[in-house]
């Protein structure tokens, strides 16, 4: 048995981490910029990076390296270093060449593609850093973009054996399939003593329904970036007490980031069940966090099932219109061929659909297949997010 | 040789076609609603219907009768008959069973979904239809929903032999990836004597390169029909001649309902060249007309090729940072690593955006593949029609 316990610190509160987030001049009157990550110990690291093949140049800097352990992370906001050829990536080696006293660092940037890093205000940014500091939630400001609110969790992970670990993350974006320039970045930060192999293997794992499992606009960045640090400083581990806390964490910061979607009023779950497999269930519930007709609707709190359903037909799963239920919350306005969607019912679903959170379930009715996803709405705010970002 | 020569006429151009489009009280204010086309001599039909599962009742009715001749097509719009089950399947012989001496009469619905047909309008309205009638702009009229202008084209083809055929369509909608319940329909007609296997194999080819070849937001709709009826009537026919006419039908009408997409100011091309084989360039191009990173920053007439760069990265096509080339019409911003987007380049890239029509090329440099696709923006304008639709 093993308790997970909320506690605030968020990647400071993993014993011998240190953060802080400083303005280096990158954005507008003095906001914060600029972020670092740095431990006492060496870390081992497990990373998950965008599947986008223009790939920005802080990850092709990660991926030159090999197998190595890092106590320190350079994080800027702004400008994500991407498109940005051999010259991008020189950048990083000379602004990297500035940090004393650590051990292969990184870097990792979000911003507009295809400007180069102003190297000069980055290496003048530096000497703000001290890494006595644990400010957290300053490194998780530092590291916004079109973000609206900063997002960081932690938790105190307690074993049977009296022994103790703890994991904490911040995170910005909105969407591992995120929007805009403001790619998903998420780092997490642990003194429990995990192996590299396990620890990769649990990323991947808890990944899929967490940060895979949340959509904005259906859009894969350059910069996309989640980063689980261990330090081992607890000395402590049990790996299923380790693996739910690291979901407990992403899955909060999954939805942080939709709830935080560009413009985005709403946070969705569609619940698919009865699929033919757990895979099938995962298309369809993605094909419905994905859909702009679905994601406007919502906007529109328009209980508009008929949307759902095409939705649902036209993901590519297997799926029939005869075994087919869809409910708005515990509202079912379409089951196996029957409508129950009078103006009365219409009415009680719109009035779900005003809420802040709500869940849209389709069951398919063909076997057990399921799959979570998350999502959120799209109205004028995003166009006007997006119609403008540049300027 | 052949001549392919603009005329007037649409569907009504090619000999022996009749029809109409009437107001059976489906829409308000007495707005055309319903439309029939047809013929004095039976046709061979070639069709392409949705890949939605839940393919609507109308579809189900053309799939239920195997293999036939038609002479008549009833067309509604406002209700598309679609996840109404058996009833709705019921509702179609009904209806059809009052349109009398036709043989094998087939119905298209656009519009809603999951509501019933209103039977008793539409049977009163079919004895408004009469069969003497050429009015082909009035049934394009009465097949639109959020629609802003009616959509047909027609054309005389002149074979060397003296002979010569027509052929002609209407069209509504605004892609076969298409928006709102705004399902995508074609009708075609021709008095070609072509031969039933030879005009589906040509519809199906043509098909790719134009309803295919567009996107105004990637949903696919329950109804989306594209049904060419050809009587014969004029005994001539010619492959070569026949493909061509269809493909500057289709082409068109591709290209009308980009334009006419919901809310769109800007009908934009996105030529890709250089792709490993053609398919890859398709993936290229479809991601790149898909993306709503792309078709906001039109929107905002925004040269953000960074966002160009990033969809081609993130479509999954083979592609190489070093190897790209990006440029809006003919003013090139991105070459193999080099920028060139300076503040002079970039005001003269918003130059072009503000036209509107105008091309975003994508050279990969890797092969030979090519394709060419067709989008538009999406603003304000489109959130307004998607969140308001059924109300």
Sequence with gaps: MYNIIYAEGGICLSEGFYADGISAGLKAENAKDMAFIYSELECEIASIFTTNKMYAAPIKHFYAKGDFKTNFVLINSKNANAMTGKAGLDDIGEILSNVKNVVNPLMSSTGVIGVRLPKEKIINGIKLFDFSKKNSSEAAKAIMTTDTFSKEISFKVKLENEKSFNIGAIAKGAGMINPA??????????????????????????????????????????NDT??????AKSGAYEREAFKEALFK???????????????????????????????????VAKALSDSLLVKTALFGE???????????????????????????????VYDKGQFYFDK??????????????F??????????????????????EYVKINADYRT
């Design 344 to 357: 009365e019912m219409e009415d009680k679903c719109a009035i779900v659909m005003s809420h802040k959170k």
């Design 302 to 332: 328009d209980p508009n099932w008929g949307r759902i359903a095409s939705t649902v037909g036209a993901s590519g799963a297997e799926s029939y219109e005869e075994k087919l239920k869809i409910c708005f919350d515990n509202l079912c």
């Design 226 to 231: 989640v980063m689980l640090l261990a330090n």
């Design 181 to 222: 320039m403001a790619t998903m970045l998420c780092f997490i930060t642990t003194d429990a003593k995990v192996s590299k192999d396990e620890m990769q293997e649990l990323l991947y794992e808890v990944t899929k329904t967490t940060f895979n499992a949340i959509s904005v606009d259906g859009d894969t960045s350059t």
């Design 249 to 283: 964490v992403m899955h909060f910061l999954a939805l942080e980031m939709v709830r935080d979607g560009e413009g985005a009023t709403k946070l969705v779950t569609y619940k698919v069940t009865g699929a033919k497999n757990n895979a099938e269930a995962e298309v």
């Design 359 to 380: 869940t849209i379930s389709c069951d398919l009715g063909i076997a057990k297949g399921e799959f979570k996803s998350y999502g959120c709405d799209l109205g004028y």
